[in-house]
């Protein structure tokens, strides 16, 4: 604790906001592309302590908000199957899809089960043989050497009735999309830490060259993201643009290594559908040719689901344009009223990494509007 108690240090945090403030001559519009960070802004105030010199843009940094509603109801779909146990993050189970949520599904007596791992999942279709156990595997690089090795623990292990129902992400393709963007308002980056801690961040050098905007890889505490936006400001205001790393503790230009073959033997790129930005070449990840056994897409049929019982939110829930930075949570009319924590209408509301959720939780003001007697 002591060593990130420095990257929270109140005096370390208000001599980087001085800085900022005496740096900027103009406002400078920022995107941070990760939900933890999104939260740790928020929570600490930053984006209105920086109010006048530096807009803070919340870009689609939460995999889970930006899984497809397509694989959300392939989830449900598996886990209405008989015999069949979808096991997930605990996040995911109110995500809602065109047919509600997991949660929705358990109610109506699927097989749904939090997991802390697919670890875990592999641990269930162990003790269950007669199951299928079927893992719906999100997140970004930083989650997906754990679903590789859960694919190779169980081909070792010879546990046949387990498989992935495969939704994870690629965060560089989606940043370059944001950036060809012809609304595009971002004039640098906050790279995320945690996967340039696995991929690294050498590649980045590619979207600095094409689209003229710093990138600063940058870390989650309160010091760590002020630093990151300080060294965006300076290189913005000097007229310049490169790749800059503020997270180095942890964060190398190579990344990890070993989670990268990790990866690379049992996954490879492909085309993905992100909720709100639609489909991304080479935007997530899919099981290469000799895992394909353990593809829960392909093992199953799709099943019948039932009828669409959330088309009456979807033209009132603003997600789509809160994920790509368009729109400010507190800025959706449904925001605090019909739209809470407990009553979610999108994705950003429900997961932890949400900005909707960060903005619900953590900002002091304006304060969350009453539900009307409609609401209620």
Known sequence: MRYLDEF???????????????????????????????????????????????????????????????????AQALARQPETLLTTFGDMLRVPGTYGTLLDARRDGGNV????????????????????????????????????????????RRIENFSLLVAHVRVQPAMELLLQQADCRVQGLLAAGHVCT????????????????PIVVTGFEPVDLLEGILACVVQLETHSARLENCYARTAK??????????????????????RGLGTIPAGGWKLRAPWRSFD???????APVGLPIV?????????????????APRDCPEFGGSCRPDSPLGAPMVSSEGACAAYYHHAPSPPHRAPSQDES
């Open 253 to 274: 230009l190579q990344g990890n290594p070993v989670a990268q073959q990790l990866i690379a033997s049992v996954f490879e790129p492909c085309d993905r559908a992100w």
């Open 113 to 156: 089960q939090s997991v802390a791992s697919p670890l875990d999942a592999v641990e269930l279709a162990q003790r269950n043989p007669h199951f299928q156990v079927v893992f719906f595997a999100v997140g970004f690089e930083t989650t997906v050497p754990a679903s590789a090795l859960a694919v190779l623990q169980a081909s070792e």
């Open 8 to 74: 929270r240090d109140p005096r370390l945090a208000a001599d980087r906001l001085s800085r900022i403030r005496r740096t900027a001559t103009r406002v400078w519009t920022l995107m941070e592309v990760c939900g933890g960070q999104t939260h740790s802004l928020v929570r600490h105030g930053i984006p209105e302590a920086l109010a006048g010199c530096v807009e803070l843009i919340h870009g689609p940094g939460c995999p889970v908000c930006v899984t497809s509603e397509a694989l959300v109801d392939r």
């Open 311 to 327: 088309e009456a939110l979807s033209h009132r829930c603003r997600a789509s344009d809160v994920l790509v930075g368009r729109l």
């Open 296 to 302: 829960a897409e392909r093992r199953f049929p799709q």
């Open 198 to 213: 696995v991929v690294g961040y050498e590649t980045y050098n590619s979207l600095v060259s094409a689209y003229g905007v």
